[in-house]
């Protein structure tokens, strides 16, 4: 028997800066994942190697956050939650000797 264990956190973002004929504003766009992974694999004999695991995933997502002299109505954060199992026996069905 043995186990897999992944903890992962990816940050993407970048800014926008804009200053020109007297406007001064910046754009924020960001996505942040965390994720979590468990996987553990089993041999009940040489014929079968059974898995399984699971996968979790927290999404945040921020479009395009706008701040600026200018009025301009900005999309909201979204946050989703993005989850998985899963089970697969491989399994040998003839001699792999010939």
Do not use: C, Q
Not at 7 to 20: C, E, L, P, V
Request: no cysteine; glycine share 6%.
């Amino acid at each position: 028997m043995f186990s897999n264990t992944s903890f992962i956190f990816s940050d993407y973002n970048y800014n926008i800066n804009i200053n020109t004929f007297g406007l001064n504003a910046t754009i924020h766009s960001e996505i942040r994942d965390f994720n979590v992974k468990e996987e553990v694999s089993f041999f009940p004999n040489p014929k079968n190697s059974i898995r399984i695991g699971l996968n979790s995933i927290y999404h945040t997502i921020i479009p395009g956050e706008y701040k600026g002299d200018v009025s301009v109505a900005s999309r909201p954060w979204s946050r989703s939650w993005e989850n998985a199992l899963y089970a697969n026996n491989s399994w040998k069905a003839g001699d792999s000797s010939i």
